[in-house]
């Protein structure tokens, strides 16, 4: 049984559709990601994961039961840990351990405040007793996910988890997150514009666009406005000056997706109906649920991403900075 179900559901903000879910399913110690544009609603489902608020229409289940904000079924299960980490003006152990207080939980506390801290690393009795403000950026994100930790929770929603956190920071927030998964079972929907990071410990990465959920999460989304170039061709001038080709769109405005491209490694003539554009290699990922190797191709400010068996990179010698080109057919792409 999917540990939530949503069906149906629709959700509005001063008239204005922000969410419209047909069906979404996460299933039990699953870790799920969330990827797209601001604005595209990521935050507003994990609230509605969260049970802050409720959908305007359509139910969402917990464990096959149907709830709404602050249910008894599953209020003290879900826990959500925001963009910004709030602390409250005490100690770290206070902090952490604060949760626990609220909800009566006093059994072991020390024991389970430290092994919270343990696992973002920042264990230490010395670490504890620090307060607040003595914190950084990252250290104030890893103690509040620590408080979250520590309450065992079956459901742990992440707003953009490494937004405001330096490279060492979200190394060790993203290995909390995979014990945590491990070592507690947790479930764990993640929002992050970072999809490098979510592709190395998600299962599942859904594309959110306008409210809409779809895809695989490899999806390249390009954004209007769009140009009338010549006869019968649309498209837009890139950062670097080359043109990116599309069919007609439904409007000037519309974005576009392109799922669907090869990367060679010199400038050879296109297939029929092909076009071409040159990139640079900038990042190479081990992508977790398919063993596959995901390349990162830079051209102009659009990133374009796709997927190797690690055989094709080594045949092909693709690595950070290597110039390449990618070959798409303006006829497959599809609109939003």
């Known amino acids: 049984m999917p540990i939530f179900e949503i069906t149906s559901l629709k959700h509005v903000y001063a008239g204005k559709t922000v969410l419209d879910i047909d069906h979404f399913t996460v299933q039990p110690a699953s870790i799920v990601g969330l990827i797209g544009p601001n604005g595209s609603g990521k935050s507003t489902l994990l609230r509605l994961l969260g049970l802050i608020e409720k959908p305007s229409q359509g139910k969402i289940l917990f464990d096959g039961q149907p709830v709404e904000p602050f249910s008894d079924v599953a209020r003290f299960q879900i826990t959500i840990l925001p963009q910004e980490p709030f602390l409250l003006k005490r100690s770290v152990f206070n902090n952490v351990s604060y949760g626990m207080n ?140 080359q043109l990116l080709w599309v069919p007609q769109p439904p409007h000037i405005d519309a974005a576009a997706v392109i799922d669907s491209f090869a990367i060679e490694e010199e400038d050879s003539q296109p297939a029929t109906n092909e076009k071409v554009l040159q990139g640079v290699v900038s990042r190479l990922s081990l992508e977790k649920k398919t063993g596959q190797i995901l390349a990162t191709i830079m051209v102009g400010d659009l990133a374009f991403s796709i997927g190797l068996t690690p055989q094709q990179t080594q045949a092909r010698t693709i690595f950070p900075g290597k110039d390449v080109f990618i070959h798409y057919r303006p006829d497959r792409i599809n609109w939003v």
Not at 141 to 163: G, H, I, K
Not at 212 to 222: H, P, V
Request: charged fraction near 25%; glycine fraction near 10%.
């Open 102 to 241: 609220l909800r009566g939980d006093g059994a072991h506390v020390s024991d389970r405040v430290g092994k919270a801290l343990s696992l973002v690393g920042l264990a230490g009795d010395d670490f504890m007793r620090r307060p607040w403000y003595a914190l950084s950026g990252g250290e104030a994100q890893r103690v509040a996910l620590a408080a979250r930790l520590a309450l065992n929770p079956r459901v742990l929603l992440m707003d953009e988890p490494t937004a405001n956190v330096d490279a060492a920071s979200a190394q060790l927030i993203k290995a909390a997150a995979l014990k945590a998964r491990k070592e507690l079972g947790t479930t764990l929907v993640v929002a992050s514009h970072d999809w490098h990071w979510l592709y190395e410990v998600c299962d599942d990465i859904l594309l959110v666009f306008k409210g809409k959920i779809f895809g695989t999460g490899r999806e390249t989304l390009i954004l209007g406005p769009w140009k009338h170039l010549t006869a019968g061709n649309w498209g837009k001038q890139l950062s670097d000056r």
